[in-house]
């Protein structure tokens, strides 16, 4: 509920700023010359030197509020979730998937015997003796 009131608060900033900047007076008058310059009705609410000043002021103001309430919305958004939204590509959990099912099968081979490693009693009176020695053969 907090960051929506701040997003608001930071977008009525950089609005005032925008407005700020462009009612200085540059070299050319700028925006501050399309409302009367010194004399008209910026003469008469600020004074002839007051505007310049309150504006340069209200500049400087409105840019430290604008970079605090950058860091305030960057560190309020690093730890906010994005409901709804996969965390990782799609691609990536298929790749896991499989993998899984791959060592699931190489683990269920390993508890299986192979053919060959099993030993049934024919296979004991099937096997040639190729090491022992026999008494004829001496």
Do not use: W, Y
């Amino acid at each position: 509920m907090l960051f929506p009131i701040l997003l608001i608060i930071h977008v009525l900033i950089c609005i005032a700023l925008v407005i700020v900047v462009l009612m200085q007076s540059a070299k050319g008058e700028g925006l501050a010359g399309a409302f009367g310059g010194g004399g008209g009705v910026t003469g008469a609410v600020f004074g002839g030197r007051g505007a310049a000043s309150f504006l340069s002021r209200a500049t400087t103001i409105l840019a430290v509020l604008f970079m605090v309430s950058c860091l305030t919305l960057s560190l309020l958004s690093s730890g906010r979730s994005t409901a709804g939204v996969a965390s990782e590509s799609v691609v990536t959990e298929a790749a896991q998937r499989d993998m899984a099912a791959q060592q699931q099968q190489a683990a269920q081979q390993q508890a299986m015997p192979q053919e060959g490693e099993g030993t049934t009693p024919e296979d004991i009176f099937n096997t040639p003796a190729a090491t022992e020695a026999t008494p004829d053969s001496q």
